[in-house]
Nanobody, 122 residues
Framework: QVQLVESGGGLVQPGGSLRLSCAASGFAVDDYAIGWFRQAPGKEREGVLCISSSDGSIYYVDSVKGRFTISKDNAKNTVYLQMNSLKPEDTAVYYC???????????????WGQGTQVTVSS
């Protein structure tokens, strides 16, 4: 059974950092595309970053380039989203998702975690 569990969200001041974790079970993160999405209040869910063994990391949105990075620890079967220089507009629920394919360019995301809230505010 595929399961994704996010953690690491919270309240942080503008300019601060957070690292989100996505612990996977039921499959190996090294075999599939793993993405991070976010959904702000009143907005549609948007893709942020994806990682796969075939593509490396791919940004889905320009606004986080230079601030967010994605990585994975195959031994722990966990994917991370490192978020630096956070801005109020980064406030959202962040979701981890696993694709049915190994490429971030056509991942076919099907499995989702429950999400973790990130709030950037002074």
């Amino acid at each position: 059974q595929v399961q994704l569990v996010e953690s690491g969200g919270g309240l942080v001041q503008p300019g601060g950092s957070l690292r989100l974790s996505c612990a996977a079970s039921g499959f190996a993160v090294d075999d599939y595309a793993i993405g991070w999405f976010r959904q702000a209040p009143g907005k549609e869910r948007e893709g942020v970053l994806c990682i796969s063994s075939s593509d490396g990391s791919i940004y889905y949105v320009d606004s986080v380039k230079g601030r967010f990075t994605i990585s994975k620890d195959n031994a722990k079967n966990t994917v991370y989203l490192q978020m630096n220089s956070l801005k109020p507009e980064d406030t959202a629920v962040y979701y981890c998702t696993a694709g049915s394919r190994s490429s971030c360019r056509s991942p076919d995301f099907r499995s989702w975690g429950q999400g973790t809230q990130v709030t950037v505010s002074s």
